[in-house]
Every structure is written in C-alpha cells, then in structure tokens.
C-alpha cells in the first residue's frame, strides 16, 4: 500500500509543478507586456510633445514675421512636401489683425492649379473655415494637406484668401511638392 500512495502523492507533486510553472509563466508574459505597453506610451507622449514644440515655434515665428513687416498674412512653409506614403503635410498661417476691434476674418484655400499646367486643378488643402484674431494682435492656424494615391506628383501653387466681410484683406500664394 505504501506503494500505492507514493505513486499517488508523486503525481500530485508533479501537477502542482506544473501549475506553479503555468503561474510564474503567466507573471512573467503580463509583466513584459506591461513593459511594452508602458514603451509604446511613452514613445506617443514624446512624439506630441515635439510637435507641440515645434508648432509653438511656428506660431512664435509667424507672430514675429509679421511683427517685423507690415503685412498681414504670413504662412510658413511657402512649400509643403508631401510624399505619397504619409500622404499628410501642414501648413501654418497668420494673421494680423490692424483694426482697432476684434474681427473674424474669412478663410479660403482655393483649389491647387499644377505649376507644370495640364492637369486639372485639385482640392489639396484643408483649413477652419474663419480665425478671429483680437485687435492688434495675431493669430495662427493650421492647414491641413492631403493627397489622395491619385494625385499627380508635380508642384502645385495654391493661395490662401483671407477675407473680412465681401472685402479682400490678404492673399498669399504658397506650394505643395507632391513626391514619391
């Protein structure tokens, strides 16, 4: 009988291994994906931390530019380059506000014409339909690129209008380079 049972509590030590190995294995699996997940998050938050910085700079470039000139629209880049993978870009804009009251200007980007001419005029940007800027103050706003897989790669001018009531206040023509 003594056999019996340490053939019996024999199979029982080795199903307990089993389920002590399954829970170390099971600790360590959601311990490295715990690790990586904390990576991938950090990753994210770094990247939008750099493009807010970067948009800050803009914005602050922008303000300055216009500052310095006695113009009213100031956009940066004056070419945008958008290659077919991301098929994304922006372009920055702004504007300065000489009335003596806060004004909401209207803001238009018209289809892009082809430097190259031949092909048709194409909808490539993407913006706030108005921007209210405080008197004697500027403000800056994104436009957004976008191209499609059929856009034709090849530079195209476009121009953003800016306009107060049925009255132009500022035109400004800027590029997109579509590539490869």
Do not use: W
């Amino acid at each position: 009988m003594k056999r019996k049972n340490s053939i019996f509590f024999k199979h029982k030590k080795g199903a307990l291994e089993v389920s002590i190995n399954a829970i170390i294995i099971l600790i360590f699996a959601i311990a490295i994906l715990a690790l990586g997940l904390t990576f991938i998050r950090n990753m994210f938050t770094k990247t939008s931390g750099e493009f807010g910085q970067v948009t800050a700079q803009v914005k602050n470039d922008l303000i300055n530019e216009l500052k310095a000139s006695n113009e009213k629209l100031a956009i940066s880049p004056l070419t945008v380059e958008v290659d077919k993978t991301t098929k994304k870009g922006e372009v920055y804009y702004g504007v300065r506000n000489i009335f003596e009251d806060t004004k909401t200007f209207d803001v238009t980007i018209d289809e892009c014409v082809p430097i190259t001419g031949g092909e048709t005029a194409v909808k490539l940007v993407d913006t706030y339909e108005t921007i209210k800027v405080p008197a004697g103050e500027t403000e800056v706003q994104p436009a957004l690129v976008t191209i499609t897989s059929s856009t034709v790669e090849t530079s195209y001018k476009c121009t953003l209008t800016i306009t107060y009531g049925t009255d132009l206040y500022a035109s400004k023509p800027f590029f997109v380079n579509v590539v490869k």
